[in-house]
């Protein structure tokens, strides 16, 4: 156990653990076996007297040169029911991200991506849940999902893909919208198109004519009489059918 200043500008660690042996094992290993173990964490590793200027990694884990299915780091939440495997807590985050994903390889078979999400245990709840900060719900002109893509490949492609591959799952709906927020009394926004600004509506049976403001190419689901309507200009709107 080394104390007192490090001052060392090598590569060199206060601990350095060199394992050269081939047998099949591990290198480090941290155990609490008592029944009655109250200790909160196994491992803390605590960064603090790192501040103004400090651009390194507070942990470096390297994973192992293999063409083999080896993992760089394996985590498995044991014989905990509410809890979480992996818990990430960004404080003052600004313009980082809470977790940076690169990946410099290339992916080509189908069902496998950089990120792989598996539920097999999955009923009733969700496979990713993304929320707006719990109770401080503070989102204003962000957004909770973006996938952007910047590439030139002419190659046919879709950047987001849904499918429901299963013909028996006859009651499953492939993209579900809950739309609680009302833009006028009956109507409200569903889809808009960012770069013509054309929006798709959702009525409630009534006619948008004279009462909905709207872009000339807008379409209302169930309009007047629950038909379809299409603007032509502000509040101008005329039935589809």
């Known amino acids: 156990v080394a104390t007192g200043a490090y001052t060392s500008t090598s ?4 601990v350095d653990i060199l394992a050269s042996g081939t047998t099949a094992g591990t290198v480090v290993r941290i155990r609490a076996s008592a029944a009655g173990q109250t200790a909160t964490e196994l491992l803390n590793v605590t960064a603090s007297g790192y501040t103004t200027g400090y651009t390194g990694n507070v942990v470096n884990i390297t994973g192992v040169s293999t063409t083999g299915a080896s993992n760089t780091v394996l985590i498995t939440g044991a014989n905990s029911t509410a809890g979480v495997a992996l818990q990430v807590t960004a404080n ?7 977790v940076g994903i690169t990946s410099s390889g ?3 078979s189908a069902g ?8 097999s245990g999955l009923t009733t709840g969700y496979g990713v849940n993304i929320t707006d900060g719990g109770s401080s719900n503070t989102i204003t002109s962000g957004n909770m999902l ?4 910047n590439s030139n ?5 879709g950047l987001v893909s849904i499918i429901n591959d299963n013909v028996l799952a006859t009651a499953a709906t492939p993209i579900l919208i809950q739309q609680d927020a009302v ?29 909905l403001s709207g872009t000339a190419g807008d379409i209302l689901i169930n309009g007047g009489s629950n038909k379809p309507e299409y603007c032509t200009g502000t509040t101008n709107w005329t039935a589809l059918v």
Not at 11 to 14: K, S, V
Not at 92 to 98: E, I, P, R
Not at 184 to 210: D, V, Y
């Open 112 to 119: 496998t991506g950089v990120v792989v999400v598996t539920a």
């Open 183 to 211: 833009v006028t009394t009956n109507f409200r926004r569903l889809i808009k198109e960012s770069a013509t600004g054309i929006t798709i509506w959702m009525g409630n049976g009534t006619t948008a004519n004279a009462s």
């Open 106 to 108: 290339t992916v080509t």
């Open 11 to 14: 590569n060199a660690g206060l």
């Open 146 to 149: 973006r996938v952007y893509s």
């Open 92 to 98: 003052s985050l600004t313009t980082g991200n809470a």
């Open 153 to 157: 490949e002419t190659t046919a492609r």
